[in-house]
């Protein structure tokens, strides 16, 4: 079992796109308009790969990658057929026809034959993302040396624990915040097939290699302990059933390991502040 790892990764620099060529102005067009969480997955996108974005959208995040020059092809996919169309009309109109190859299908079904380095499963439930890494479409993407880069808008721990059930070893846990204030969860992975365990706090706080800034990630386990005392408090309203107080019991538990967690982060806020006095 992991217990409360605190090791961190370098930070991002204030902008993940820091060692990109963004003097052509169509480059920076693109890299604008992807927005805090799509700029922390194109950050760990690795220089010269070739890159698989799966539910693609628009196919913002290949074209602005290939307009920096940080890869030179990529494959946006989708399921849906408007947002396929509008993909092949943003490449062809940023001339990148012959570089980006947009392709309607279902998750990981037929993409192997590209043999992408890093893979990209942004904007979906984490629910949805499980089902796209276990499905028999997904087997030829647990090849040695693909980089996985996973955003899920919703059941992030549920997707730790399959992660580490199924043998993905997380490499970081990093967090991108908007300017409304909402933060995303960004997991970078490559599978080895060793399953391993973390726990509950590890699973809903990303506390394995977290890659962010003391004060965001704070903010980030500050939100999870509110949302989890709120689900305590409604359980206490709801039931006197016995199996509905252990559910609490075990809720309280991760909560009182989440606030140990920023205790231990601000700890090493102030050994960090001391030194450099």
Known sequence: MHGLLLQRCIPPALSPFFNLNLSNNIAKKQYAALGSRLECCAHYVRSGGVLLDVGTDHAMLPISLVLSGKINRAVASD???????????????????????????????????FEPTDIVIAGMGGEMIISILSSKAAEWSKREGIRFI???????????????????????????????????????????GEPYTISETEAIGGSINRDSP????????????????????????????????????????????????????????????????
């Open 79 to 113: 399921i849906n057929g408007g947002p396929v169309a509008a993909a092949e009309r943003n490449v062809s109109r940023n001339g990148l026809s012959d570089k980006i190859t947009v392709i309607k299908t279902d998750g990981l079904t037929g993409l192997e034959k």
């Open 150 to 192: 996973l955003q899920p808008m919703t059941r992030q721990s549920l997707l730790r624990r399959f992660l580490a059930e199924d043998g993905y070893l997380t490499e970081y846990n990093s967090l991108a915040e908007d300017t409304g204030g909402r933060i995303y969860e960004i997991i970078v992975c490559r599978f080895t």
């Open 214 to 277: 003391d004060e965001l990630f704070i903010k980030h386990l500050a939100g999870k302990i509110k949302q989890l005392r709120r689900q305590a408090e409604g359980i206490l309203k709801s039931s006197d059933n016995e199996i509905r107080r252990t559910e609490l019991s075990a809720i309280m538990y991760t909560v009182e390991g989440l606030e140990e967690l920023k205790k231990l982060i601000n700890a090493e806020k102030g050994k960090s502040n001391a030194e450099l006095l």
